[in-house]
């Protein structure tokens, strides 16, 4: 798509609403012309792709609920073309199913890439690995997985140690806390530094367990993602939580990053160094009342809604999710803060088969 190749060739962090809404416009149009549910809800509201012509009018563009993509199996285009389908859970539990056509999955890969470069993760020192999530050899179709696997190829690699480990006998994936401590007591007597990826609530039981510190070699990374779900009476403060692992990892806390993302939706939402997770030029977020579906204003608290465009074979382009989060803006641009699931029955995703993982 011609807009999202000019969207790539900007800084990812400086917005350009035009060269955004040409974007979504081009991408909203695709699905209008190649999907069938996409075209009845735009028809239905009264509106088309070629419409949104500021960032305002994307506040009346047709939205779907992440939940549709649970129970209804969608694809824009031929199923011929999709090179790739991942799912949004662990071995069990509602899933939503992505499928992506090669350029799409060019677009994930990319834009990812540019984002951590952007943000000064991307480097061309090696490193080991130890990722808090499923091993991509089993699990290959677990959205987590693929994106711990695409986070390691951002810098080159000595070992990459997987901790969910897949147990044949007991046919499911399980999790080793004493050999966790093991490798990085292995890791920290080398001179390659540490990237740690992954459940940020397997990283605090892993340095809860462990009886001394331990000093990782410089440059070395954590970059959390998947949140604490179940395991909220763990969950830390950002800020204590970087200072702890900067206690018993030696790790900097500027160097601590956490990560917000969707299997549905593939734009990653990353903390910069100041804690911040920063709304990169590739999409678009409002932020709605539960009960009006009102837009609201920065700074109050209700349902998160992004907006994207690099996808054209899953009609998830403007997704309203079931997450609450408020949404601000300082000096820098605008970031986000995701304050949790909403609703009473939660949704078995990635992180919660992982936490139930942990537990047995």
């Known amino acids: 798509m011609k807009g999202f190749e000019l969207l790539s060739s900007q800084n990812s962090f400086v917005k350009d609403d035009n060269i955004f809404l040409a974007s979504f416009r081009e991408t909203a149009q ?22 949104i012509n500021s960032v305002q009018d994307l506040e009346s563009a047709p939205y779907t609920l992440v939940n549709i993509f649970k129970d209804f199996e969608q694809i824009t285009g031929p199923y011929s073309e999709i090179v790739l389908t991942l799912g949004s859970s662990g071995t069990s539990g509602q899933r939503s199913l992505i499928h992506l056509n090669l350029e799409s999955l060019d677009n994930v890969k990319k834009m990812a890439y540019k984002i951590h470069k952007d943000l000064k993760i991307v480097d061309d020192q090696k490193y080991n690995y130890l990722c808090f999530t499923y091993d991509p050899k089993i699990a290959n179709d677990v959205g987590t997985a693929f994106t711990d696997e695409l986070l390691t190829s951002f810098t ?16 499911d994936f399980t999790f080793d806390v004493n050999k966790v401590i093991q490798k990085l007591k292995d890791y920290a007597q080398e001179d390659i530094p540490v990237r740690i990826l992954g459940f940020p609530a397997f990283l605090y039981k892993t340095i809860c367990e462990m009886k001394e510190s331990l000093i990782l070699p410089e440059n070395s990374w954590v970059q959390t993602g998947g949140g604490w779900k179940t395991e909220q009476n763990l969950m830390l403060d950002k800020f204590k939580f970087r200072d702890l692992v900067y206690k018993k990892l ?5 160097n601590n990053r ?21 709304i990169p030029n590739f999409s678009r977020v409002l932020i709605r009342d539960p009960k009006t579906l009102k ?17 054209t074979s899953y009609p998830a382009f403007n997704l309203l999710t079931t997450d609450w989060a408020v949404k601000n803006k300082d000096d820098s641009g605008e970031y986000i803060e995701i304050l949790g699931r909403g609703g009473v029955n939660k949704n078995k995703g990635c992180a919660l088969k992982a936490l139930e993982v942990m537990r047995a």
Do not use: S
């Not at 030696?250 to 500027?254: D, G, T, V």
């Not at 990560?259 to 990653?268: D, R």
């Open 30 to 51: 695709f699905h209008y012309n190649n999907n069938a549910f996409i075209k009845f809800l735009w028809d239905k509201n009264a509106i088309n792709p070629k419409d």
């Open 156 to 171: 080159q690699k000595n070992e990459v140690y997987y901790a969910l480990e897949f147990d044949n006998k007991k046919n």
């Open 250 to 254: 030696n790790i900097l806390p500027q």
């Open 258 to 278: 956490d990560m917000f993302g969707m299997v549905e939706h593939g734009v990653p939402y990353l903390d910069c160094e100041q804690g911040k997770m920063r």
């Open 295 to 311: 837009v609201l204003k920065d700074g109050e608290k209700g349902i998160l809604q992004l907006i994207c465009t690099y996808n």
